[in-house]
Structure formats: C-alpha cells, structure tokens
C-alpha cells in the first residue's frame, strides 16, 4: 500500500509539473544539476508555440566559462524541444539561461543553474 501510495503522489508531483512547464512561453531543465569537472551536462529547452517566435537563445555563464549558441524559430511551426549538450565544464557555479525572441521586441526567458565540482584541491 505504501509503494502504491508513493507512486501516486509521485505521478502527481510530475504531471502538476510537466503542465506547468507546458504553460510557459520556455523552460529550461539541466541535468545532471551537479556535475564533475571536464563533465557534461544537457540542456533541455521547451518552447511554447507562438506565431510571434522568432529566435531561442541560450547561454551558460560562470567564471571562467561562457557558452552561447541561437537557432532562428519559425513562429507556431517550430518544434518544441530543443537539446545542447556542454562540454569540459570546469569547477563552479553556472547560470544557465533560456530566452526566446519575437517578432513584436519581446522576450521571454527561464534560468536554471548547474553547479560543477572536483578538480585540482
């Protein structure tokens, strides 16, 4: 009884979640959020269909570390889920942010982190 209750609160727990993310014009998820020095770690991106998308940008900032890459959207026509993966991350603390651009000057945008450890100590 208690791993059935335990999978129900989960279900729910992810499905509240997963439609919050789909109500947002982005999102962006890190995984794994603590990864080792010279790791990797894979950005998701989901973004919401809008007529007036036009850009998504990402970025992953920290000291000694910056990465950035945008691919142009074709507004509602766009697919949703985008992946990137990041290399060699050194040790330390990232933000990691998502933004879209559109047609009308606006923007929307999420941030995560990603925190890396090890390395010379």
Do not use: C
């Not at 697919?79 to 998502?98: C, H, I, K, W």
């Amino acid at each position: 009884m208690k791993r059935y209750l335990g999978l129900v609160i989960a279900a729910v727990v992810l499905g509240g979640s997963m439609q919050t993310s789909a109500d947002k014009a982005i999102s962006i998820t890190v995984r794994p959020a603590v990864a080792t020095v010279h790791g990797s770690a894979r950005l998701t991106v989901i973004v919401a269909r809008d007529e007036k998308n036009r850009a998504l940008v990402w970025e992953v900032d920290g000291p000694n570390y910056y990465r950035s890459s945008s691919t142009e959207l074709a507004g509602a026509a766009a697919p949703r889920s985008y992946f990137f993966t990041v290399r060699d991350l050194p040790a330390g603390e990232f933000e990691v942010r998502a933004k879209i651009r559109r047609n009308d000057r606006t923007e929307a945008m999420d941030r995560s982190r990603i925190l890396v450890v090890g390395g010379p100590g």
